[in-house]
């Protein structure tokens, strides 16, 4: 779709002020308010993250009682189950509770429910599985905050629970040892925005504080809880939370950690991945955790686990393979969904008049609906559920949103056709019968009328600076690196360059195209990808991003175009 082009306004003042102050370039500056880092302590923060800056984990509400149970647990060579979500990022916060633990001489296992077989989240068959194996502790992690029901018969059964979860609360809290979720009332830890994995580790945080005071290391003992940043860096990345604030600081070391990571399932997943050199936020979300997620979306999630817990070599790269042939499998599933999607919204006569998209069928796969509602989303920029319905009329479907648009709460105006349902603002689940589906689809559309006007079906692409030929250059290139790592909350700076021309273009690779641009006397290479169609004729507006080109022993400025109109204005 064709984007309306958005640009960033900043006060000149603070500009000058800003980069004085920081000893950085006046675009810099200019993107830096833009994003809201507006004082000098928190440009030094941004551009220098330091470890030091966490807040204290005891401000969670709900921790001091989830350290002392552990606590209470190791002390009595209890057995400790962490039960955990079947995403990365609940995969990676079973991983790293597990193996903490562990190496402080708490006895633990875990489980990882079956999306097919358990659903999402707590469910009292694999509590009364987990309860018959001795665990007399169950700690759950990335889910949990809804488990009324199931929080209550692990009271009657004499077990005890502790809640690690993000997600939003109900209107009830779970009877618990402790619920630890800085969305939970009267929470005052000040970052909001955690992955699970981010809530986990603080508990870790604070345990081993505790640990240390009680004098229970002796010296040399004491574990680096660095070494556990590469498994937070992953199910935060991959959860999709904001990059900022806490989450910034545990993604920026925790990819050092991931480039260098001592675990043999990191090592292995990366060979399989193809990742030889640093790894980017992009390789996280693009090529290891698609692959950590592909054997839960398939089938089970707990090789995903194996592998990040496996000290041995042989062993995972042998899961490290299977995670790979999934994921083609994965891959493959989703083309054949998202082809015959396209063509239901394409082919039917609702669009583009409507506002939202549900879709259905019996022989979608589960697991990989919500990966396909988000391409439908990217391609036709609506809100957007596909429903997969089994053998006995169930349907299960995952949606996704756009901004403007909270998904979870318009689920909730839409309730009564709802069985089940929970998420975020831009991605939830939900659970119906399949023929009530058709109520439900227009329920929602109902709703989605009553909050979305033409403007907001019209995807925006933010441009945080309108710049002069002469302010781009590779010192330009190095600085705006200072502001890695790009995500969700802090995506890669877009620059706008009006009235360029094209005077040189080719198509290479697949279908992207090699230009070279002149304007103001000034000549740049760039590159479009995917964009062989886009016409290039006469004075063109461009927003890009500056980055290196090394080639032969060189380096080189070059534009990576991420959009091209004709000139306006």
């Not at 809804?146 to 779970?174: M, N, R, W, Y």
């Not at 069985?419 to 109902?446: C, N, P, Q, T």
Request: glycine residues 10%; proline residues 5%.
């Amino acid at each position: 779709m064709q984007k309306k082009w958005v640009v960033k306004t900043a006060g000149d003042a603070r500009i000058v002020d800003l980069s004085r102050s920081l000893g950085v370039g006046a675009i810099t500056a200019r993107i830096l308010i833009g994003r809201g880092v507006d004082t000098v302590e928190g440009g030094v923060l941004f551009l220098s993250p330091t470890l030091s800056a966490m807040p204290d984990p005891f401000l969670l509400k709900g921790m001091q009682e989830a350290v002392e149970r552990l606590l209470r647990a190791r002390t009595a060579a209890e057995k400790v189950c962490i039960y955990g979500d079947y995403d990365v990022d609940g995969i990676s916060g079973t991983a790293l509770l597990v193996s903490f633990l562990r190496r402080v001489g708490v006895t633990c296992s875990y489980f990882i429910p079956n999306r097919f077989d358990d659903g999402y989240g707590l469910n009292e068959d694999a509590l009364q599985q987990i309860i018959d194996s001795g665990a007399t502790l169950i700690m759950s992690v990335d889910c949990g905050i809804t488990a009324v029901k199931e929080a209550a018969f692990c009271q009657q059964a004499g077990v005890d629970l502790i809640i690690l979860d993000h997600h939003t609360p109900g209107e009830s809290l779970p009877e618990a040892a402790a619920v630890v979720n800085p969305l939970q009332p009267g929470c005052p830890y000040p970052f909001k925005m955690l992955a699970g994995v981010g809530v986990a580790f603080n508990l870790l945080v604070a345990l081993r504080s505790r640990m240390r005071q009680e004098g229970v290391f002796s010296a040399g003992d004491e574990p680096d809880l660095r070494d556990w940043l590469d498994l937070v860096a992953l199910g935060t990345i991959a959860d999709v939370v904001p990059l900022v604030g806490q989450n910034r600081l545990y993604v920026f070391f925790g990819l050092q950690k991931l480039e260098n990571s001592c675990r043999p399932g990191i090592a292995a997943l990366k060979k399989v991945a193809g990742i030889m050199e640093a790894v980017t936020c992009g390789q996280v979300g693009f090529r290891l955790a698609p692959r950590l997620n592909a054997a839960g979306r398939m089938e089970s999630a707990v090789p995903g686990v194996q592998l990040l817990l496996s000290a041995s070599s042989d062993e995972c790269s042998m899961i490290a393979d299977e995670l790979d042939t999934a994921n083609a499998e994965r891959q493959s599933v989703e083309r054949s969904i998202l082809d015959e999607a396209v063509a239901m919204v394409s082919g039917g006569d609702s669009y583009p008049a409507c506002k939202s998209i549900v879709l259905a069928s019996s022989a979608w796969h589960q697991g990989v609906i919500g990966i396909v509602a988000s391409r439908l989303v990217e391609r036709f920029h609506r809100p957007t559920i596909l429903i997969a319905i089994d053998e006995h009329g169930a349907a299960k479907g995952s949606g996704r949103s756009i901004p403007g648009f909270h998904l979870l709460e318009a689920l909730a105006a839409c309730s009564e056709h709802l069985r089940r349902f929970g998420g975020h603002r831009y991605a939830a689940g939900v659970g119906l019968k399949s023929d009530g589906i058709d109520d439900f689809a227009a329920a929602f559309e109902a709703v989605a009328g009553q909050i979305l006007g033409d403007s907001e079906l019209v995807p925006l692409l933010d441009v945080d600076a309108v710049v002069c030929p002469a302010e781009v250059d590779l010192a330009l290139a190095h600085e705006l690196c200072r502001m890695e790592p790009f995500g969700a909350g802090n995506p890669e700076p877009t620059l706008m360059m009006r009235g360029v021309t094209v005077v040189e273009r080719r198509i290479v690779g697949d279908g992207h195209l090699k230009l070279r641009i002149s304007t103001e006397g000034q000549v740049f290479n760039a590159i479009a990808f995917r964009q062989a169609e886009c016409p290039t004729d006469g004075p063109l507006d461009i927003a890009f991003f500056p980055e290196t080109n090394r080639w032969n022993n060189s380096t080189t400025l070059q534009l990576r175009i991420k959009a091209i109109r004709k000139a306006e204005g």
